[in-house]
Every structure is written in C-alpha cells, then in structure tokens.
C-alpha cells in the first residue's frame, strides 16, 4: 500500500511532472497580491503618464494651429423697446448751407447787415436830463457768499458813464468827466451816433444796444454816472446847463477818491487811462 504524504494533495496526480504544477492555496493568495501590487505601482502611473503627455501634445497642436475664420454670435434679446439712432450729421448740414449761402449771396448779405448793425445801434428808450443832481445808492442784491467771492478779485468796481451824444451839453460833460476822473470810466453812448461820439472824445465808446443796461440799472435820466461793486450799485445824475456843467461836485468815492469840480473848460480826455 503507498504511503501518501501530508504535503500532497490527496487529489494530486502521481507523475512527478503534475505534481509540480499543484501548489498551496496560501501560496497563490500571497502571488496575486503582489502582481496586484505591482500593477497599482508600474502600469497606473504608466498610463498617466501616457495620457497626461497625449493631452499636452494636443493643447499645443491646438495653440499653434491656424486661428478658424468662422465665429459664433450670441445674440441677446433685449427685454424693453430699442430705439434706433437716425440724427443727421448737423456738422455736414452746416456746411452745406453755408455753402449755399456763400454761392447766392446771402452770406455777404448778412453779413453786411451785421456790420451795420453794430455801427448803428438802436436805442428805443429815451431820458431826460435831471432838473436836479440826485445820487442814488441801493444794493445789488447778491448774497453775502457771492459778495464775499467777488471780493476776494482785484478792483471789482466798474464804471459806466451813460449819455446821449445828440445833445451837446450832455457830450460836453463826458469830455470833461473823463478828462478829470482819476478812475477809469467807460463812456456808453445812450441814443444818438456811436462814430460821432467817438470821434469828439477822441477814445473808445461803447453802445447800449437796445436799451438794456439802461433798463437793468433802472436809470430814468441821462448822462447818468453809475459805480457798480459786488454789494452795490451807485447812480449819479447831475443837472446840467447849456455848456454841460453841473451844478455840484461829483460826489468823492465815485469817480476819485476825492469830489471833483467839472467847473473848468472841457478838454479832450486824456488816452493813457487802461478801460477794462
């Protein structure tokens, strides 16, 4: 009877080439573990790697390729009413008229109009001489903030010296106020001829065209000498005889620091004073 060893399956054949094939159980769980191991080692990070370089290979071909010419638009839909912008270029229209106006005519036309416009003024009030000097102070009517602004300029004051150049007396008095003022004064030619005035003070003139200074000053006699400050406005009108004289002073303060006598002869005034 043959002996059967304890190492040996009872199942296992007895040609020593099969026996060799036949292991212990324990055996081949501790084989499959490590191929296990080996796989989560070596052919894991493998085909990671494989695919990382894959990928990177593919986002290079894809920036150095040919950027496509076609594009895709997302149109959004606006939720409230569009409106469509149909203005006229101003800037060619305004062009073309004055091109048009240049080729007939019109544009010399109207600018002649101009000219003669500003060399004869139009003056539709009318004062009268005072029959006597009054000097009428009020004030402007600025806030105190606005006063306190004004007065943080240089030499805010301003005079003006309204007349009529049609009467001679009143021309007389310009002529002497302006040689004798140690400020400087500005006349403004109320009604009569701008040129004419001109050339009988021998300096600049200025025009109140259309009334209005004479309206906004409340003035209700000419000549009249009006000081305008940020916090007041100052109204001399004197009484005049036939040579233009008045019959008092000029108040100190108003044209000089110190009153003035216009007694003597008129003169022409003197050119050097700076008008602003």
């Not at 009467?167 to 007389?172: D, R, S």
Request: proline share 8%.
């Amino acid at each position: 009877m043959k002996h059967e060893s304890n190492d040996t399956p009872p199942f296992a054949p007895d040609d020593p080439i099969s026996r060799s094939l036949f292991v212990r159980p324990s055996l081949i769980e501790r084989l499959c573990a490590s191929a296990l191991r080996l796989c989560l080692l070596v052919c894991i990070p493998a085909a990671a790697s494989v695919f990382l370089i894959s990928l990177a290979d593919s986002a290079e071909a894809a920036c150095t390729s040919e950027p496509s010419q076609h594009y895709e638009v997302t149109t959004l839909i606006a939720d409230h009413p569009v409106q469509t912008s149909s203005d006229p270029d101003f800037e060619e229209i305004l062009k073309a008229n004055a091109r048009i106006a240049v080729e007939s005519g019109e544009w010399s036309r109207r600018v002649k109009r101009l000219i003669q416009w500003m060399r004869s003024p139009v003056f539709p009030e009318f004062r009268p001489m005072a029959v006597k000097t009054t000097l009428i102070r009020r004030p402007t009517g600025l806030s105190v903030e606005d006063i306190r602004r004004a007065e943080l300029f240089n030499d805010v004051s301003r005079l003006l010296l309204f007349f009529d150049s049609r009467a001679g007396g009143q021309v007389n008095f310009a002529m002497r106020m302006l040689s004798t003022a140690s400020f400087a004064i500005r006349p403004v030619v109320a009604a009569g001829s701008v040129a004419f005035a001109q050339e009988k003070l021998g300096m600049r003139v200025w025009a109140d065209q259309g009334s209005v200074l004479t309206r906004r000053l409340g003035l209700n006699h000419w000549p009249a000498l009006v000081k305008l400050t940020p916090s007041e406005i100052s109204v001399w009108t004197p009484a005049l005889n036939a040579d233009g004289i008045p019959d008092s002073p000029v108040p100190a303060d108003l044209a000089s620091k110190e009153s003035i006598d216009l007694s003597a002869p008129a003169v022409r005034p003197a050119t050097t004073k700076t008008l602003r």
